[in-house]
Structure formats: C-alpha cells, structure tokens
C-alpha cells in the first residue's frame, strides 16, 4: 500500500462545486465514547468542530473549490422549538455561515451556496409549515431537504449512525410528506444502504417530478454482517444502480466511500492511505455510477468532515481527479462543477 501523507495537488485550476459537506460544534455536548473501530463516534472525537474556519482551511488546500453545498447533519437545532420545527435552526445556522462567504472577506470561495436541510417527512401534509419556514430563513439559498433512511437488521451495521425503522421511503405518511417538496421547487438527498436501493427505486418511481440525489454511491457495506462480502453484493448493488439510473429525475454523489460502512482497506489505515490507492478501492463503484448516471447526473462530493477518517481533503479531490482521468475535459467538467450547479442551481462564474 503506498503511503502519503501530504500530496501535491493534481490539476489545481480546474473549478469544482463540492455538493456535500457537513458544519457543526459539538464540543459542548457529552463526551462520546467509541464502541468500535466503525463507529461514527470516531469522527467526533476526530472533528468535535468543523465551523467556517476548518471548512476554510480545507478549501484553501490547493483545490480550486468555488463553491460548497451544505447538508443536514442534525446540528444547531432550535432549543426552544418543537420537535417538529427545530431544524430550522441548522437553515439559520448556515445561511448565516454562507452569508460570511457571501462578503468576500474570506475570499471567492461561496461557503454553503446550497443548504439542504432536514424535515421529518413523514408527518405529513404538516411538514409544509417547516418546509415555509427552512425557504424563508435562506429563500436564496435553500435547496432541499435529505431526510436519512439508513436502516439494517443488524444492530452492527447500523450502529455507527442513530438508529432508523426500516422502509421509510415506502410508508405512505412518508410519501404524503415528500409529496409537498415538487411543487415548492425542492430537491431530495438520499441515504440508505445498498440493501435498501429497492426502497428507494419505488420511491423515484412513484415521484418523477421530484429531482432526488442518491448520496454515497448507494453505500456498499462491508461491516457486522457483510464484513468480507462486498465483492459477492457488488452485482446486486449494480444491478440497483443501474435501475435508478433508467429514472432521468435521479443523480448520484461520487463518494462517502471513506465511511465505516465500507470498510475498505483504506478506513482509518495508519499511515493514511495515498490518493493512487483510494482511487483503486473506490474505482470499481465510482466507474459503475458514473457509466449507469453519465457525467451529467454523476456528482464528486467530499463528505467532510465524516471522510477524514480516511484521508485528507486535498488528498480525497486527488483521487478523484485520478478517477476522472479518462474522461474528456467537458465529462469532468460535467462530474466536479456543472452536474452540482445544474441540481442545487447554483450560479457562479467558472
């Protein structure tokens, strides 16, 4: 395995839209304590804090990043709100973030041009008074919403992220909910694990009007009960790639893949794992989506500060840069900037 720790940075001129990163501070809450080497308890010991100033430093790495899309990770809530309306906080919380980029003090760089925040879809037609809500906190820049649907039988799969009911996507107050995001002009981001891609197939089946992205190319599992199987699902993940795809109202996020669900080779390796290797392990599903979607509904996405268990952020856009290398300069152009600025309409020069 070759190793790195610092890279020089392939292709610095080339202009890239990082359409999924997360901000938060929870340093004030109880210490976590980590029940294993895949818990997701990891990245807050690693990164208790990932404000303006830690996203800046790493899109000050060497990439030439020109604007970021922030997604919902729980954070900021409104403590004084209803359970059903505290998510309005996070809107705030970022838009505020986005509005110290939008000054030009720290540069050209547009911090969080896209929010997509979180709303507890399956309330129903209730959820529209959170939906008004998050669009009038940053009318300019609210997107969407990602409403996370991870769930696995086995309590070790799902331990590294709070736990979920299975077929989320598929309950009809869920979908009363989702139904409301089409006609106020709202995205939706997807996560579930590669065994649920059924779930969400019927889903986008049952909304084409509704733009959906599929975050972390579908999350192939490698940990608790699929620890070694990654190869023998990889057809079966495939085949549920490829479905989605047929439905021109879905796109996909190139990346995650430095999450412990994975377990790849490369998660929390020591030293860190070079760029050459990651883009290696990664390539087989990265090559897969980006056939299935096209450049234009394929997407690289950072996932930062959660990928920092396995490497950098200067060392993750080079490796898929090396992803990227047979592509025409128009196709990468499609995967690192235009697909983002298209789904999250997103207007900045290149």
Same mark, same amino acid.
């Given at each position: 395995?070759?190793?790195?720790?610092?890279?020089?940075?392939?292709?610095?001129?080339?202009? *890239?839209?990082?359409?999924?990163?997360?901000?938060?501070?929870?340093?004030?809450?109880?210490?976590?304590?980590?029940? &294993?080497?895949?818990?997701?308890?990891?990245?807050? #010991?690693?990164?208790?804090?990932?404000?303006?100033?830690?996203?800046?430093?790493?899109?000050?790495?060497? #990439?030439?990043?020109?604007?970021?899309?922030?997604?919902?990770?729980?954070?900021?809530?409104?403590?004084?709100? &209803?359970?059903?309306?505290?998510?309005?906080?996070?809107?705030?919380?970022?838009?505020?973030?986005?509005?110290?980029?939008?000054?030009?003090?720290?540069?050209?760089?547009?911090?969080?041009?896209?929010?997509?925040?979180?709303?507890?879809?399956?309330?129903?037609?209730?959820?529209?008074?959170?939906?008004?809500?998050?669009?009038?906190?940053?009318?300019?820049?609210?997107?969407? *919403?990602?409403?996370?649907?991870?769930?696995?039988?086995?309590?070790?799969?799902?331990?590294?992220?709070?736990?979920?009911?299975?077929?989320?996507?598929?309950?009809?107050?869920?979908?009363?909910?989702?139904?409301?995001?089409?006609?106020?002009?709202?995205?939706?981001?997807?996560?579930?694990?590669?065994?649920?891609?059924?779930?969400? *197939?019927?889903?986008?089946?049952?909304?084409?009007?509704?733009?959906?992205?599929?975050?972390?190319?579908?999350?192939?599992?490698?940990?608790?009960?699929?620890?070694?199987?990654?190869?023998?699902?990889?057809?079966?993940?495939?085949? &549920?790639?490829?479905?989605?795809?047929?439905?021109?109202?879905?796109?996909?996020?190139?990346?995650?893949?430095?999450?412990?669900?994975?377990?790849?080779?490369?998660?929390?390796?020591?030293?860190?794992?070079?760029?050459?290797?990651?883009?290696?392990?990664?390539?087989?599903?990265?090559?897969?989506?980006?056939?299935?979607?096209?450049?234009?509904?394929?997407?690289?996405?950072?996932?930062?500060?959660?990928?920092?268990?396995?490497?950098?952020?200067?060392?993750?856009?080079?490796?898929?840069?090396?992803?990227?290398?047979?592509?025409?300069?128009?196709?990468?152009?499609?995967?690192?900037?235009?697909?983002?600025?298209?789904?999250?309409?997103?207007?900045?020069?290149?």
């Amino acid at each position: 395995m070759t190793v790195i720790e610092k890279e020089i940075v392939l292709e610095p001129d080339r202009p *890239i839209i990082d359409p999924h990163h997360h901000l938060w501070d929870w340093r004030a809450r109880e210490p976590h304590k980590p029940a &294993s080497r895949y818990s997701y308890d990891n990245v807050l #010991h690693r990164t208790p804090r990932y404000l303006a100033e830690e996203l800046l430093a790493d899109l000050n790495s060497g #990439h030439d990043i020109r604007a970021t899309v922030h997604l919902e990770c729980g954070s900021m809530y409104r403590r004084l709100a &209803s359970t059903e309306m505290a998510p309005i906080g996070e809107t705030e919380f970022v838009n505020g973030v986005a509005a110290m980029g939008a000054s030009g003090v720290y540069g050209d760089r547009q911090l969080c041009a896209g929010i997509v925040g979180y709303a507890d879809l399956s309330v129903g037609d209730r959820v529209a008074a959170l939906l008004e809500a998050h669009m009038m906190a940053s009318a300019e820049r609210f997107r969407g *919403i990602r409403q996370s649907a991870a769930y696995d039988v086995d309590p070790e799969v799902i331990e590294p992220s709070p736990p979920r009911h299975s077929g989320l996507y598929c309950d009809a107050q869920f979908r009363a909910g989702f139904r409301r995001l089409a006609p106020l002009n709202l995205t939706f981001d997807a996560w579930l694990l590669e065994p649920q891609l059924p779930d969400l *197939i019927d889903l986008v089946r049952a909304f084409p009007d509704t733009m959906i992205c599929l975050d972390h190319a579908g999350t192939p599992l490698g940990i608790g009960s699929y620890s070694g199987r990654r190869a023998e699902r990889f057809s079966t993940w495939r085949t &549920s790639i490829e479905t989605l795809a047929k439905c021109p109202n879905v796109y996909v996020k190139l990346g995650g893949l430095g999450m412990p669900y994975s377990a790849f080779p490369s998660f929390m390796a020591h030293p860190r794992t070079s760029s050459v290797q990651l883009a290696e392990e990664w390539r087989p599903y990265i090559e897969v989506c980006i056939e299935a979607f096209s450049p234009a509904r394929a997407m690289f996405e950072s996932n930062f500060p959660v990928d920092v268990l396995t490497c950098s952020y200067a060392t993750l856009w080079n490796a898929f840069k090396r992803l990227a290398e047979p592509y025409t300069d128009t196709e990468k152009h499609e995967l690192f900037f235009a697909t983002a600025a298209r789904f999250y309409r997103i207007q900045i020069d290149h």
